[in-house]
């Protein structure tokens, strides 16, 4: 059993820049890829990022890469997602997610 919780989200002014985090607790978090999903209001949820279980791989969406910056520090047991910078169009829950386990969210608003 795997408990996933984000935080750091909240508000942020276009332009600027925020720091979500991803900490993992009940089981271990060091063998396992994480990936970061989204979902803005009225829209499926969609992909953002990848980071391998290393830490030596990463892979973004597409359209969201230069912008978005995913890490993580297994001595912590937590995955990083870095927006930099932030547009209205990033407002949305975002969610962490390992093997079969999500987190709850966490929303994040960028005002213009």
């Known amino acids: 059993q795997v408990q996933l919780t984000e935080s750091g989200g909240g508000l942020v002014q276009a332009g600027g820049s925020m720091r979500l985090s991803c900490t993992a607790s009940?089981?271990?978090?060091?063998?396992?890829?994480v990936r970061w999903f989204r979902q803005a209001p009225g829209k499926e949820r969609e992909f953002v990022a990848f980071i391998d279980w290393s830490g030596s791989s990463t892979y973004y969406s597409p359209s969201l890469k230069g912008r978005f910056t995913i890490s993580r520090d297994n001595a912590r047991n937590s995955a990083y997602l870095q927006i930099d910078p932030a547009k209205p169009e990033d407002t949305a829950i975002y969610y962490c997610?390992?093997?079969?386990?999500w987190g709850q969210g966490i929303q994040v608003t960028v005002l213009s």
């Open positions: 009940g089981a271990a978090f060091t063998n396992d890829d």
């Open positions: 997610n390992l093997l079969d386990w």
